[in-house]
Structures are given as C-alpha cells and as structure tokens.
C-alpha cells in the first residue's frame, strides 16, 4: 500500500487560483499512474486529470485548458494546478495512485483536500 497525503486545498474566490499537492510513500512512485478526482456533495466521484508514469496527460472536458497536472518522481508528488476556478469545481478532490510492481498491484487513495470556490 501507497501512502497519499494531499495538501492545498482552501477557499477561493471565482476566477481564482489554487495549486494542490499529494505526496506518495515509498520509492515506486514513478510506476504510477496518477490521477485526481473530486466528489462534490450528492454527487459520484469523478476523474480530474490523470498523468501516467511516462507523462502523458488527459483530462476532464469540464477543466480543459484551465487545471494542469503534473509529477515531479524527484520527489515523490503529484500537482495539480487549478486556474479560473468555478463555484462548480468545489468538491473534495483526492489523489489515486494505481499501477502493478512485480506481482503487486496498487490502488489507493489519499484522504481529499476540500477545495471551496465562492464569493
């Protein structure tokens, strides 16, 4: 099992800016592929971005050309950059590592950041 631990989360203001950040335990880190979902409240949980272990991307048509994912394996840490934030990007956002090491495979999560975007 992976440790996730997600930082950053807050309030802001719309139109505004918030970066997160989830660090990982342990050294497999750059096996996995990435993702960060958000569960707003009556609402599913829902895929934000994905970065897989070689870089590349995709993302949710709703936060296209405004959210940034990236991975730093230096260090351990996923980010996701969040610009012209909407009320409806309020949510609880988590860190999901999924990937397969020898004949061990990971899927976990971390324990969400509440990101609120209000006035």
């Known amino acids: 099992q992976v440790q996730l631990v997600e930082s950053g989360g807050g309030l802001v203001q719309p139109g505004g800016s918030l970066g997160l950040s989830c660090a990982a335990s342990?050294?497999?880190?750059?096996?996995?592929?990435m993702g960060w979902y958000r569960q707003a409240p009556g609402k599913q949980r829902e895929l934000v971005a994905r970065?897989?272990?070689?870089?590349?991307?995709n993302y949710a048509d709703s936060v296209k050309g405004r959210f940034t994912i990236s991975r730093d394996n230096a260090k351990n840490t996923v980010y996701l950059q969040m610009n012209s934030l909407k009320p409806e990007d309020t949510a609880v956002y988590y860190c999901n590592a999924v990937g397969r090491v020898g004949v061990t495979r990971y899927d976990d999560w971390g324990q969400g950041t509440q990101v609120t975007v209000s006035s």
């Open positions: 342990g050294n497999i880190f750059r096996f996995f592929t």
């Open positions: 970065i897989t272990s070689g870089g590349s991307t």
